[in-house]
């Protein structure tokens, strides 16, 4: 037995608790090693003076309970500090639970309707800005409700339509002045000449999102419902609206596409147009246009 061992069983081994082959080989090892000797010594003499020390008994009060929790009165009578419900008579608990019973009852009937009626005004407070929300999205759609949606390949940039035979130049918005930013530049300060194609290019995450925004805008320019090509195009990469307008048209346009364009964050915003969400510019046609009427093409790009 080592030294680690023999403390293990030193607990057992002073209680004399210790089996029997286990105390022989206890006691060989406190023969030959002088630290586990001297630590046994010094635990005998701390049971010894333990043993030694007179004991004082229990109170009489607490001989027969020593768990009790009652309590003397100066007059020497023991009371409960709480009295049991069940010990008071039963004509007392019957009156005071039957009164409790009919109280909570007429609580109950009095405060139903006002919780009704309170949770009621919520469902129709809710059901009103759903109503609300949900008539302002009508409005937008529901010019575009009944307009088809055409699907093909149209020829959406062609040579005729961005230059002319005179070599007039085309004319963008970054062709305007450098002080006037073509995003909240005035629509009175526009110019429309005749036989020109007015392009405007939204780039936006859903086109099918914007395109009934568009038709809601061309419908409250008072533009006829029976315009060819009011309902958009359906092309690879987006949805484009090619159509006759009045010149008179094109300010407005302008300024309700501006205000429906997504906007770029502030941090990925450049001076270059190439991060903007909005572009326009015009040229003149070589193709000969109906009197009074300008060509207006409108592309919504998936960004």
Request: aromatic share 8%; hydrophobic share 35%.
């Amino acid at each position: 037995m080592n030294c680690f061992e023999w403390q293990s069983n030193l607990s057992d081994y002073l209680d004399g608790t210790l089996a029997e082959d286990l105390r022989k080989k206890a006691e060989e090892h406190l023969a030959q090693c002088q630290t586990c000797r001297e630590r046994h010594d010094h635990f005998r003499i701390i049971l010894t003076s333990i043993a030694s020390q007179p004991r004082t008994g229990l109170p009489a009060g607490l001989r027969k309970s020593p768990l009790s929790t009652t309590l003397a009165r100066e007059s020497g009578v023991k009371f409960q500090r709480y009295l049991p419900w069940k010990q008071v008579p039963w004509y007392v608990r019957t009156t005071v639970e039957g009164t409790g019973i009919v109280l909570l009852i007429l609580l109950a009937i009095s405060t139903g309707p006002k919780l009704r009626v309170l949770y009621e005004k919520s469902i129709e407070r809710s059901v009103d800005e759903f109503n609300e929300t949900f008539t302002d999205v009508s409005n937008i759609t529901e010019a575009a409700a009944n307009l088809p949606l055409t699907r093909q390949n149209p020829q959406i940039s062609s040579e005729d339509d961005f230059s002319d035979d005179n070599g007039e130049e085309t004319v963008s918005e970054a062709d305007e002045d450098d002080s006037e930013s073509s995003e909240y530049l005035d629509s009175d300060d526009i110019q429309v000449g005749s036989s020109e194609i007015w392009r405007f290019n939204l780039k936006t995450d859903s086109p099918h999102e914007i395109r009934p925004k568009v038709v809601q805008i061309l419908t409250d320019l008072n533009i006829p419902r029976s315009t060819p090509g009011l309902g958009g195009i359906e092309a690879p990469g987006g949805i484009q609206f090619d159509l006759f307008v009045s010149p008179s048209v094109i300010p407005g346009l302008k300024r309700q596409l501006q205000k429906i364009a997504p906007r770029m964050p502030a941090e990925q915003s450049t001076k270059s147009h190439v991060g903007e969400t909005f572009a326009w510019y015009k040229n003149k046609s070589r193709r000969k246009l109906p009197p009074g009427k300008i060509r207006v093409v409108i592309w919504l790009s998936q960004m």
